[in-house]
């Protein structure tokens, strides 16, 4: 029965993916995450043309809580939303970048 959750799941989970509006592309870029006046490093792990997801410390960090993304070695600045946040991880919809 566990197994049949998890495969459910993961089912689940891979159609929502392949739903998604823009293709994700995988990548490694370290960052800066700024939230009200708070600066954490951050890894973006997937980008897209609306979004991306980061590896950073989620601590004090909500859902609807505006941010600024950061990656100095592509000289991008990022104007975010967080959508959504897991243990060591937090999705975030762009805003604007400049």
Same mark, same amino acid.
């Given at each position: ?6 495969? =459910?799941? @993961? @089912?689940?989970?891979? =159609?929502?993916?392949? #739903?998604? %509006? ?9 960052? =800066? ?13 997937? !980008? @897209? ?5 980061? #590896?950073?410390?989620?601590?004090? =960090? ?6 600024? %993304?950061?990656?100095? @070695? ?5 104007? #975010?939303? !967080?959508?959504? !946040? ?13």
């Amino acid at each position: 029965m566990h197994f049949r959750r998890n495969h =459910l799941y @993961s @089912s689940k989970q891979k =159609l929502l993916e392949e #739903a998604r %509006i823009f293709p994700r592309k995988r990548c490694k870029w370290p960052g =800066l995450l700024k939230q009200e006046g708070a600066h954490r490093p951050c890894v973006v792990e997937d !980008i @897209s043309v609306g979004g991306c997801r980061l #590896a950073t410390n989620t601590k004090g =960090l909500e859902p609807g809580q505006r941010v600024t %993304i950061e990656v100095e @070695s592509r000289r991008l600045r990022f104007y #975010a939303e !967080i959508r959504w !946040i897991r243990s060591g991880e937090t999705g975030v919809e762009f805003l604007y970048m400049d």
